[in-house]
């Protein structure tokens, strides 16, 4: 999961989970936010299909003070844009100053 927020050219794909993920490893900003919106002419949204598949996502935990859009998808947008069936178990985050945290996405 990390690699995917790691490079933005992947956030158009389909993905589909095919195993439990524990994150616990990730604190702090360790994990890469898949998606993210600086201003309306600085973003670049998660627009792909992500599929939880029957898995869990676990221990996400993210600290923040200058970032907005935070949360496991930072910034979901286009028509195609599809998280299905996403839960977080034991979702730790700490927007600081920031705002909009989100914990699953649209459809």
Do not use: Q
Request: aromatic share 16%; proline share 3%; charged share 20%.
């Amino acid at each position: 999961m990390n690699a995917i927020g790691a490079d933005s050219n992947d956030w158009d794909k389909h993905f589909k989970l095919m195993a439990d993920i524990d994150l616990s490893e990730c604190s702090g900003t360790a994990f890469n936010i898949i998606g993210y919106y600086a201003a309306w002419n600085d973003n670049k949204p998660f627009n792909g299909v992500f599929d939880r598949n029957g898995y869990t996502v676990a221990n996400f935990t993210y600290e923040s003070n200058d970032k907005h859009y935070i949360g496991f998808f930072g910034y979901i947008d286009g028509p195609n844009a599809e998280i299905s069936n996403l839960g977080l178990i034991d979702p730790n985050i700490d927007a600081g100053t920031g705002w909009l945290v989100w914990f699953t996405g649209r459809k």
